[in-house]
T-cell receptor, first 114, second 109 residues
Framework: DAMVIQNPRYQVTQFGKPVTLSCSQT?????MYWYQQKSSQAPKLLFH???????NEADTPDNFQSRRPNTSFCFLDIRSPGLGDAAMYLC?????????????FGPGTRLTVT | GQSLEQPSEVTAVEGAIVQINCTYQ??????LSWYQQHDGGAPTFLSY????GLEETGRFSSFLSRSDSYGYLLLQELQMKDSASYFC??????????FGKGTRLHILP
């Protein structure tokens, strides 16, 4: 089945220790998104790629970086995690330009910072 | 800027009908989406309205009034498995959507 896969599902990192979360998709969708979701809150868009074009949200901290080496994979790098970065990180895709209303989400990676 | 308002919680009885409202303020409005998210799970797309009117998909329907900047999600024949959070989201000209804060639906047996 076509899907969005995130690894790992649970990640524990130490304060200040860089961490990378990964996302892959078999849907062959052009757009990929990274969201941060904290408990009982809405998903907050960090950035998205249309193909290789990177689009950063204005309020996304510099501590968060992303890479999309090819259509299928996208990575979220947190350079120096703080306690406030503990959250669920969701990867999503949409098929193409103008179709952002229908997004397909991966199961998420729950990040704990100790 | 963009903003969305939806109730934080709604409670209904199994088998009943419930409506979750969403009002929005946005520039360059393209459409209103609805997503369902169970505890610990990922959001799942439910519906999308770009034009005024009602869209029906099984037990779920979604309505949009562009002139009122208002929409709602209607859930019929409620089942316990419908207990979840429901997010409305608006899309603009770019390839992204902004989510509302979500409505937690509690269903009583």
């Amino acid at each position: 089945d076509a899907m969005v896969i995130q690894n790992p599902r649970y990640q524990v990192t130490q304060f200040g220790k860089p961490v990378t979360l990964s996302c892959s998709q078999t849907l062959n969708h052009n757009v990929m998104y990274w969201y941060q979701q904290k408990s009982s809150q809405a998903p907050k868009l960090l950035f998205h790629y249309y193909d290789k074009d990177f689009n950063n949200e204005a309020d996304t901290p510099d501590n968060f970086q992303s890479r999309r080496p090819n259509t299928s994979f996208c990575f979220l790098d947190i350079r120096s995690p703080g306690l406030g970065d503990a959250a669920m990180y969701l990867c999503a895709t949409s098929r193409d330009v103008g179709l952002a209303y229908e997004q397909y989400f991966g199961p998420g990676t729950r990040l704990t910072v100790t | 800027g963009q903003s969305l308002e939806q109730p934080s919680e709604v409670t209904a009885v199994e088998g009943a009908i419930v409506q979750i409202n969403c009002t929005y303020q946005t520039s360059g409005f393209y459409g209103l989406s609805w997503y369902q998210q169970h505890d610990g799970g990922a959001p799942t797309f439910l519906s999308y309205n770009a034009l005024d009117g009602l869209e029906e998909t099984g037990r779920f329907s979604s309505f949009l009034s562009r002139s009122d900047s208002y929409g709602y999600l209607l859930l019929q024949e409620l089942q316990m498995k419908d207990s979840a959070s429901y997010f409305c989201a608006v899309g603009g000209r770019d390839d992204k959507i902004i989510f509302g804060k979500g409505t937690r639906l509690h269903i009583l047996p």
